[in-house]
């Protein structure tokens, strides 16, 4: 079993943390974070250091995923770890439902209670939160983001870096523009 380094300590990295320990396909080695040294720990696992010093984390770790919301910084340090020679996993909670016809690029997280349906493909780096539902024949670009319970219906794209926040939705075959944000409880349809 592959040692995982979680880069990313707040919220969504203890997310994936649990996601790796219920998931039981890597072991978690640890965290890196740029609150340490202040932040030594999270629960049972250290915090080895920043972010500026991945190479140390090495020695640690053969896989590492990037657990941070911000579109840009994931895609900076996702390939950072990639040229440091980290496999770039995915992780998907035990308790999301993802097709097996699905393609899902490398460094994804798919959280608890998220689908992807049926031939939907989604991009490096994407994630895709608690609840959030990609139909079939779904693409989301390459560090697009589904916040929690939003919703892709059936061959509907979300651009690269894009982010659905919370609650947002798209209609049957919509496209959304690379970097856009919906914002919360909002929804574009065809026109």
């Not at 978690?28 to 500026?52: E, N, Y």
């Not at 840009?72 to 308790?95: C, M, N, Q, S, T």
């Not at 697009?144 to 049957?172: C, K, P, T």
Request: hydrophobic fraction near 50%.
């Amino acid at each position: 079993m592959k040692n995982l380094l979680i880069v990313g300590a707040g919220g969504h990295g203890r997310s994936l943390a649990e996601a790796v320990l219920l998931g039981g396909a890597f072991r978690l080695a640890g965290f890196a974070d740029d609150a340490a040294p202040d932040l030594p720990r999270v629960w049972d696992w250290p915090v080895f250091g920043k972010t500026a010093t991945l190479e140390n984390y090495r020695a640690h770790a053969d896989a590492a995923i990037v657990a941070i919301g911000n579109n840009g910084l994931r895609e900076k340090l996702l390939d950072r770890l990639a040229e440091l020679g980290f496999e770039l996993p995915v992780i998907a909670h035990p308790a999301a439902v993802v097709s097996p016809r699905a393609v899902i690029g490398p460094g994804s997280a798919i959280m608890a209670g998220a689908i992807v349906g049926t031939e939907a493909q989604l991009g490096r780096g994407v994630i895709v939160n608690c609840g959030a539902a990609i139909d079939h024949h779904c693409k989301v670009e390459d560090f697009g983001h589904l916040g929690v319970h939003a919703a892709m219906a059936g061959g509907s794209i979300l651009g690269r870096a894009a982010w659905m926040q919370a609650g947002s939705a798209l209609g049957y075959g919509v496209k959304v523009q690379d970097g856009a944000v919906l914002v919360p409880g909002t929804a574009l349809q065809a026109s």
